[in-house]
């Protein structure tokens, strides 16, 4: 089912926690809210769900505004980062609860109860009350007792957060097969970018209030709209270098670096004085000889994670990641000389913070 937020906010006394919110959620999408701590993510699902009232604004879940309608009318499920289940009730019984009290006929519980199950593969523990279950298997017995329901809309806060790494990862994957299977309608709040990149189909980056972008994963990352998004989607995250473009010289001027800049980039600046440079990790090339255009750099430290190593560097009075293959091994203190990939630019407009247009693709 479509739900749609339209100029949305929510002020708690003078406080604004959601900033005039336009979203819409397509029939069977995934979309994921994605920022940093008090960015609004929980409120904006709160309203949703009808427990939290929007200041102003409407809400639409199908065609139906929901603005004025009771949550428990709402016909829709949410999935919290603690699982709240009933203590003095079995599995079975706490997956079948929102069957009954919605007056689903007895003849039709225990089917719907064993395909829940059967889905989150929970059978064997339905005899079971919550505290005989470990931190990953309550998450499961929480999501069935979502699902069960049939909802038009799953909302989901964090609901893997109080999980182990390991598990973490294997319920990710569990999340993604069960929307493969389900195609329900979802909206997932998480301040994890990996879940947020392998879970949705579309990622709205969210920052006091307000979305900062809505797109898909690999746009998110590929081409992000503003410095914010670029700094917080990815890890370690992407560099930035403050400078001014010398056009004459055709160059970069920073304040400890400078380096030419190729066509296609300056294509792009021709309208910019001072510009901030983005440069994921991986778009920084380390090597140990001089090179022409190459900017002396050393070690501060490396970080070698088995499959790929980070090399922390100072250039000057300022700090680069880069990312290499996992052979590098190279020395605290060792002089290197770096380069930034050129494609892989990102340009941001120092004051307002917005990327600078790519501008036509240059023929290779
Ligand atoms: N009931 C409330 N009264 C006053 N302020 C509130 C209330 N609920 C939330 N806030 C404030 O609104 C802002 C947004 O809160 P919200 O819970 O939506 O953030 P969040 O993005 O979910 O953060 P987190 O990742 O920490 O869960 C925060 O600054 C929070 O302190
Ligand atoms: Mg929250």
Known sequence: ??????????????????????????????????????????????????????????????????????????????????????????????????????????????????????????????KRRPKELSGGQRQRV?????????????????????????????????????????????????????????????VAVMDGGRIKQLDTPLNIYQRPANRFVAGFVGSPRMNFVEGKIDLGERKFVGHTMAFPLQPQVLSRVAGQQRLTLGIRPEGVRVSLQQFEGGIPASIYVSEALGNETFLFLNVGSEKIVARTDATARIDIETKVWISFDQQALHLFDPLTGDRVPDGPAVPS
């Open 142 to 202: 929480a999501l069935a007792r979502a699902i069960v329901r049939q909802p038009r809309v799953f909302l989901m806060d964090e609901p893997l957060s109080n999980l182990d790494a390991q598990l973490r990862l294997h319920m990710r994957g569990e999340l993604k097969r069960l929307q493969y299977e389900l195609g329900t309608t979802t909206l997932y709040v998480t301040h994890d970018q990996a879940e947020a990149m392998t879970l949705a189909h579309r």
């Open 1 to 126: 089912m479509k739900v749609t937020y339209i100029d949305v906010s929510k002020h708690f006394g003078s406080f604004q926690a959601v900033d005039r919110l336009n979203l819409k959620i397509e029939t069977g999408e995934f979309l994921v809210l994605l920022g940093p701590s008090g960015c609004g993510k929980t409120t904006t699902l709160r309203m949703l769900a009808g427990l939290e009232e929007a200041s102003s604004g409407d809400i639409t879940i199908g065609e139906v505004c929901v603005n004025q309608v009771a949550p428990r009318d709402r016909d829709v499920a949410m999935v919290f980062q603690s699982y709240a289940l009933y203590p003095h009730m079995t599995v079975e019984e706490n997956i079948s609860y929102p069957l009954k009290v919605r007056k689903i006929t007895r003849a039709e519980i225990p089917g719907r109860v064993s395909k829940a199950a059967d889905l989150l593969g929970i059978h064997g523990l339905l």
